[in-house]
């Protein structure tokens, strides 16, 4: 599939859309925004638990550059350790009951398949809330819901656009370096 907007020549594809693409102060939030979700100062949503949400929505949207980052090796400052590539394997498969993912890892992973793929049946599910009020603050699922969303949304536009369709691989430092935004503050 082609792109459906005019990729500049000496442009990375991915970089162009998310960094310049859009008015502005439109491109501007949407950097900010990336910051502040991936470096999450204030979440106690630990790197894991996130990247069992990040991960899958990335796999359904079949972005070959996200599919590739690992945050904790590619995103300074997500994660101090290392997280194994069977993790990642098992969250693109929406595993919940591998005995690799903590409680909590699991009913967030839960939580972003069932809202991408069935978010209809989520509300009505008491059993599934009150496992996720057991295991989360309502703080902690309003960051689940706010990632959830973003994730969610950011990808299908990419997907309509044509990212993940003829995306460049591997992606070098340097457009890691430019996706990351490192000059923005999230204070």
């Known amino acids: 599939m082609p792109y459906r907007v005019a990729i500049p020549d000496d442009s990375e594809a991915l970089e162009h859309i998310l ?3 859009g008015t ?5 939030a949407r950097k900010r925004m990336f910051r502040l979700v991936y470096d999450a100062p ?3 949503l630990s790197p894991r638990e996130r990247e069992a949400m990040r991960f899958p929505m990335t796999a359904m949207m079949g972005c070959p550059i996200c599919n590739s980052m690992r945050m904790w090796r590619d995103w300074p400052g997500f994660s101090d350790e290392p997280i194994e590539e069977e993790f990642y394997r098992q969250a693109e498969a929406r595993n919940i009951a591998w005995p690799g993912f903590s409680a909590r890892e699991a009913l967030a992973l839960e939580f972003v398949d069932r809202f991408a793929n069935a978010v209809d049946g989520l509300n009505g599910d008491d059993a599934f809330w009150k496992r996720m009020h057991a295991n989360f603050s309502d703080v902690e699922i309003g960051d689940i819901v706010n990632l959830a969303g973003i994730w969610l949304g950011v990808g299908h536009g ?5 990212i993940g369709s003829v995306c460049q691989l591997p992606v070098g430092e340097e457009v ?8 923005l503050s999230v204070a």
């Open 24 to 28: 502005p102060m439109l491109v501007d």
């Open 176 to 183: 890691y370096a430019r996706l990351r935004n490192a000059e």
């Open 42 to 44: 204030e979440t106690t």
């Open 158 to 162: 990419l997907k309509a656009l044509g």
């Open 19 to 21: 960094n310049h693409l």
